[in-house]
Nanobody, 121 residues
Framework: QVQLVESGGGLVQAGGSLRLSCAAS????????MGWFRQAPGKEREFVAI????????YYADSVKGRFSISRDNAKNTVYLQMNSVKPEDTAIYYC??????????????WGQGTQVTVSS
């Protein structure tokens, strides 16, 4: 059974930084692409970033490009999202995903329970 546990969310001021973590178990982590998605109140879940199984390839949503960075540690079965220069519009629940295709992020795979990120202005 796959388990994805996100952590690191919280309240941060605009312009600040936060690092989210997602620890995975139940699958051979190093063979799966990993992604981050978010859902703001009243909005649909949207793609944030994805990293290939090897870590060699990453894609980002235009809204976070240059500010967020996705990385992974296959020895620790963990994927990270470093969030810098955060803005109030980054406020959302952030979800970890295991198993998406790089071409269609979020179309399949497993999901964590989410971690709340709130950015104050």
């Amino acid at each position: 059974q796959v388990q994805l546990v996100e952590s690191g969310g919280g309240l941060v001021q605009a312009g600040g930084s936060l690092r989210l973590s997602c620890a995975a178990s139940g699958r051979t982590f190093s063979t799966y692409n990993m992604g981050w998605f978010r859902q703001a109140p009243g909005k649909e879940r949207e793609f944030v970033a994805i990293i290939s199984w090897s870590g060699a390839t990453t894609y980002y949503a235009d809204s976070v490009k240059g500010r967020f960075s996705i990385s992974r540690d296959n020895a620790k079965n963990t994927v990270y999202l470093q969030m810098n220069s955060v803005k109030p519009e980054d406020t959302a629940i952030y979800y970890c995903n295991l198993g998406s295709s790089m071409a269609t992020p979020g179309a399949r795979g497993y999901w964590g329970q989410g971690t709340q990120v709130t950015v104050s202005s």
